[in-house]
């Protein structure tokens, strides 16, 4: 039996490679979270972020639903979910209208008609929009503002940073959960929520980019004087490094994740220096004597492979030259000793390990950059349904994916 709350409920629902993450929140005066709890449950058949056995990766949802509600004494109903995966793509895009050869004063209206155009704007086939993100808008005079509300222009140009995704793909993430008879009260790119929660606004402004180091997958996000200019995700994750200790270790899979966690370093130590191979969870069929070295090198060269083609796309991008800002690690990766120094060597700016912005509550899962996605989606659904309660831009246009979520019909 679960107790009335007081307060209204935010729950976010992230369905990994390695785990299915569900947190609960109440949403307090003054947009105050107060963090009730975190439910986890192994991943069942879920590669890359995207679900390859759909029975399987549901019972794992219903996992970490079920101890969710009894650790926290929550009815869940609804979640803000995350969504990632290999297929997702962004770019950025502008659109612009007229207001009359005389100008004319903006207003709300005005804003909502472009971005309803940035909308309508075509993508690949199969694709559909999971977000448009406003980077800015300019006047016909080229000046740069974030609220034009109340000026006069004779055309109104805004940028945006659209994100899309394969509708196929993630139909089958929503259908997922709906099957649960749990409703989707809006969903959020994973590295978007983790940005979220680690990122203040004056880092923002400052310039960040956050690199989420997960076990299937390595998303990316860049902000540059406080908006959102390029983001990015690459098929390849922890596993990879797990995998290629695996194959030269000559070992099974659980086995090397399990060397992974307890002897993995991005630090080269004394050449003498070796470890003993032993493992508790999954033993071996015998103990053996490799150099430490060899267990460094075979996780860097992956790493350092993640972070060039990372580099590859930044140095593409134009704001490239002229970032000047942080980069902030976060994910199950970002617990490897000496990641940070690696990053630093191969990107050339600063890097520190990721920080979650406080909460009120429960401050167990604080140290835990592999939660860091589940507390942004409480943060994303915060400001969700701040807006939706003054019916600003997100409470009065309904996203393109919700009403193609609306229109899914399931199979009984």
Same mark, same amino acid.
């Given at each position: /039996?679960? #107790?009335?709350?007081? #307060?209204?409920?935010?729950? $976010?629902?992230?369905?990994?490679?390695?785990?299915?993450?569900?947190?609960?929140?109440?949403?307090?005066?003054?947009?105050?979270? *107060?963090? +009730? $709890?975190?439910?986890?449950? =192994?991943?069942?058949?879920?590669?890359?972020?995207?679900?390859?056995?759909?029975?399987?990766?549901?019972?794992?949802? !219903?996992?970490?639903?079920?101890?969710?509600?009894?650790?926290?004494? &929550?009815?869940?109903?609804?979640?803000?979910?995350?969504?990632?995966?290999?297929?997702?793509?962004?770019?950025?895009?502008?659109?612009?209208?007229?207001?009359?050869?005389?100008?004319?004063?903006?207003?709300?209206?005005? @804003? /909502?008609?472009?971005?309803?155009?940035?909308?309508?704007?075509? +993508? =690949?086939?199969?694709?559909?929009?999971?977000?448009?993100? +406003?980077?800015?808008?300019?006047?016909?005079?080229?000046? @740069?503002?974030?609220?034009?509300?109340?000026?006069?222009? %004779?055309?109104?140009?805004?940028?945006?940073? @659209?994100?899309?995704?394969?509708?196929?793909?993630?139909?089958?993430?929503v259908r997922c959960v709906k099957e649960l008879s749990i409703d989707i009260?809006? *969903?959020?790119?994973?590295?978007?929520?983790?940005?979220?929660?680690?990122?203040?606004?004056?880092?923002?402004? !400052?310039?960040?980019? &956050?690199?989420?180091? $997960?076990?299937?997958?390595?998303? *990316?996000?860049?902000?540059?004087?406080?908006?959102?200019?390029?983001?990015?995700?690459?098929?390849?994750?922890?596993?990879?490094?797990?995998?290629?200790?695996?194959?030269?270790?000559?070992?099974?899979?659980?086995?090397?994740?399990?060397?992974?966690?307890?002897?993995?370093?991005? %630090?080269?130590?004394?050449?003498?220096?070796?470890?003993?191979?032993?493992?508790?969870? !999954? =033993?071996?069929?015998?103990?053996?004597?490799?150099?430490?070295?060899?267990?460094?090198?075979?996780?860097?060269?992956?790493?350092?492979?993640?972070?060039?083609?990372?580099?590859?796309?930044?140095? /593409?991008?134009?704001? #490239?030259? !002229?970032?000047?800002g942080t980069i902030y690690l976060t994910g199950g990766g970002s617990k490897?000793? $000496?990641?940070?120094?690696?990053?630093?060597?191969?990107?050339?700016?600063? &890097?520190?390990?990721?920080?979650?912005?406080?909460?009120?509550?429960?401050?167990?899962?604080?140290?835990?950059?592999?939660? *860091?996605?589940?507390?942004?989606?409480?943060?994303?659904?915060?400001?969700?349904?701040?807006?939706?309660?003054?019916?600003?831009?997100?409470?009065?246009?309904?996203?393109? @994916?919700?009403?193609?979520?609306?229109?899914?019909?399931?199979?009984?």
């Amino acid at each position: /039996m679960f #107790w009335k709350k007081e #307060w209204p409920i935010l729950v $976010g629902l992230e369905i990994g490679t390695s785990k299915i993450a569900c947190s609960v929140a109440e949403l307090r005066e003054e947009g105050e979270l *107060y963090l +009730l $709890g975190i439910a986890e449950s =192994p991943s069942l058949n879920v590669r890359k972020g995207e679900i390859v056995d759909f029975e399987l990766a549901q019972k794992s949802v !219903h996992d970490a639903i079920v101890e969710a509600e009894a650790k926290t004494n &929550v009815a869940i109903e609804e979640v803000y979910l995350a969504i990632s995966g290999a297929h997702i793509r962004s770019f950025n895009s502008k659109v612009v209208i007229s207001l009359g050869e005389e100008g004319d004063r903006i207003d709300q209206k005005h @804003l /909502m008609e472009l971005r309803s155009l940035v909308r309508q704007q075509a +993508l =690949p086939t199969g694709q559909i929009l999971l977000h448009d993100l +406003l980077k800015t808008y300019s006047l016909d005079d080229g000046t @740069l503002t974030e609220n034009p509300i109340g000026l006069f222009s %004779k055309k109104l140009t805004a940028e945006y940073h @659209l994100i899309s995704g394969i509708a196929t793909r993630l139909q089958t993430t929503v259908r997922c959960v709906k099957e649960l008879s749990i409703d989707i009260r809006n *969903y959020c790119l994973s590295i978007f929520a983790t940005a979220q929660a680690v990122l203040t606004r004056s880092q923002k402004m !400052h310039g960040a980019i &956050v690199i989420d180091l $997960g076990a299937g997958l390595t998303d *990316y996000i860049v902000y540059h004087g406080g908006i959102i200019v390029h983001s990015g995700v690459i098929g390849v994750g922890q596993d990879h490094l797990t995998n290629d200790l695996a194959l030269a270790l000559r070992i099974p899979f659980p086995q090397a994740e399990e060397i992974k966690k307890h002897f993995g370093s991005f %630090k080269l130590g004394s050449e003498s220096i070796k470890k003993r191979l032993t493992t508790s969870n !999954h =033993p071996l069929p015998e103990e053996r004597l490799v150099p430490y070295n060899a267990i460094v090198k075979i996780m860097r060269a992956r790493q350092e492979e993640i972070f060039e083609i990372i580099k590859e796309d930044l140095e /593409m991008q134009s704001f #490239w030259p !002229h970032f000047t800002g942080t980069i902030y690690l976060t994910g199950g990766g970002s617990k490897i000793d $000496g990641v940070e120094e690696l990053a630093q060597k191969i990107f050339g700016y600063p &890097v520190k390990l990721a920080e979650p912005l406080p909460f009120e509550g429960d401050q167990s899962y604080l140290n835990r950059p592999d939660l *860091y996605t589940v507390l942004g989606l409480l943060r994303y659904g915060r400001i969700f349904e701040m807006e939706s309660l003054k019916e600003g831009p997100l409470g009065k246009m309904r996203s393109s @994916l919700l009403r193609f979520l609306g229109n899914i019909k399931f199979l009984n």
